[in-house]
């Protein structure tokens, strides 16, 4: 609420209003950060719920989505003048990005065989159309609640699934840039979260360390501490 009053009395200086910003100057509670995402445990029986899900529609947005990690209204918007299949890359125009810059999404194999197979039976300008006022997929969440009924999966949210790949990009070893940049990021903070996720690269480096501690405090042999004693006598 602070931020929206904040930008609505911005843009009224900018108009002309003759005042102060009732939102400037006003101490922000601390808000936690959203730390869920797909754990490795959760990923199949997350992928065996959508695979049995009927409505082909809401299976190709839900695996787009985790195979693209786009934000959810860019992905629901999404047409296909945006896509290039020959270079594989999704296009969204920077009128329609949080960053206001065109953001560039690589479409992985996967991602571009979904996308290919919709292309057959394409009905309309968007990747995901609907009889609606849009003429787009607006809202799948019963389709979502569905999904994770089926996999017994609780706390998981839509967005989850963008978080998940970003996610799993830092515990395959990329780094914070090249994980901001495929998420769309303008800001490094905004994506510094994904590197204290998962903890298994954490525990990894913990016991190469610990193991390199052993070894190198480890107590010489028996017979490595007699052949040190025969060089001192002689």
Same mark, same amino acid.
């Given at each position: 609420?602070?931020?929206?009053?904040?930008?609505?009395?911005?843009?009224?200086?900018?108009?002309?209003?003759?005042?102060?910003?009732?939102?400037?100057?006003?101490?922000?509670?601390?808000?936690?950060?959203?730390?869920?995402?797909?754990?490795?445990?959760?990923?199949?029986?997350?992928? +065996?719920?959508?695979?049995?899900?009927?409505?082909? #529609?809401? &299976?190709?947005?839900?695996?787009?989505?985790?195979? %693209? $990690? @786009?934000?959810?209204?860019?992905?629901?918007?999404?047409?296909?003048?945006?896509?290039?299949?020959?270079?594989?890359?999704?296009?969204?125009?920077?009128?329609?990005?949080?960053?206001?810059?065109?953001?560039?999404?690589?479409?992985?194999?996967?991602?571009?065989?979904?996308?290919?197979?919709?292309?057959?039976?394409?009905?309309?300008?968007?990747?995901?159309?609907?009889?609606?006022?849009?003429?787009?997929?607006?809202?799948?969440?019963?389709?979502?609640?569905?999904?994770?009924?089926?996999? +017994?999966?609780?706390?998981?949210?839509?967005?989850? #699934?963008? &978080?998940?790949?970003?996610?799993?990009?830092?515990? %395959? $070893? @990329?780094?914070?840039?090249?994980?901001?940049?495929?998420?769309?990021?303008?800001?490094?903070?905004?994506?510094?979260?994904?590197?204290?996720?998962?903890?298994?690269?954490?525990?990894?480096?913990?016991?190469?360390?610990?193991?390199?501690?052993?070894?190198?405090?480890?107590?010489?042999?028996?017979?490595?501490?007699?052949?040190?004693?025969?060089?001192?006598?002689?």
């Amino acid at each position: 609420m602070l931020a929206l009053i904040h930008v609505v009395f911005v843009r009224a200086i900018e108009w002309g209003w003759e005042g102060n910003n009732p939102a400037s100057g006003v101490k922000k509670f601390k808000e936690q950060s959203r730390e869920r995402f797909l754990h490795a445990d959760e990923l199949p029986k997350f992928f +065996e719920s959508l695979a049995i899900e009927p409505d082909k #529609l809401y &299976r190709d947005y839900f695996l787009l989505a985790i195979l %693209t $990690g @786009a934000r959810r209204a860019n992905l629901l918007a999404m047409r296909w003048d945006q896509i290039n299949f020959d270079r594989a890359v999704w296009t969204i125009p920077h009128e329609e990005t949080k960053t206001k810059e065109n953001y560039h999404i690589p479409l992985v194999s996967e991602a571009l065989q979904i996308l290919t197979q919709r292309k057959l039976n394409r009905v309309s300008e968007w990747v995901f159309p609907s009889t609606g006022k849009t003429g787009h997929l607006v809202e799948p969440k019963k389709a979502w609640k569905r999904i994770l009924e089926r996999a +017994e999966l609780t706390d998981l949210r839509i967005h989850d #699934l963008r &978080r998940s790949l970003g996610s799993w990009q830092a515990a %395959t $070893g @990329a780094s914070l840039s090249i994980i901001g940049k495929s998420l769309g990021h303008k800001n490094i903070n905004s994506t510094a979260i994904y590197a204290r996720l998962n903890i298994d690269p954490v525990r990894e480096s913990m016991e190469t360390a610990t193991s390199a501690m052993m070894v190198a405090g480890r107590l010489p042999s028996s017979s490595t501490a007699k052949d040190r004693s025969k060089n001192k006598v002689k």
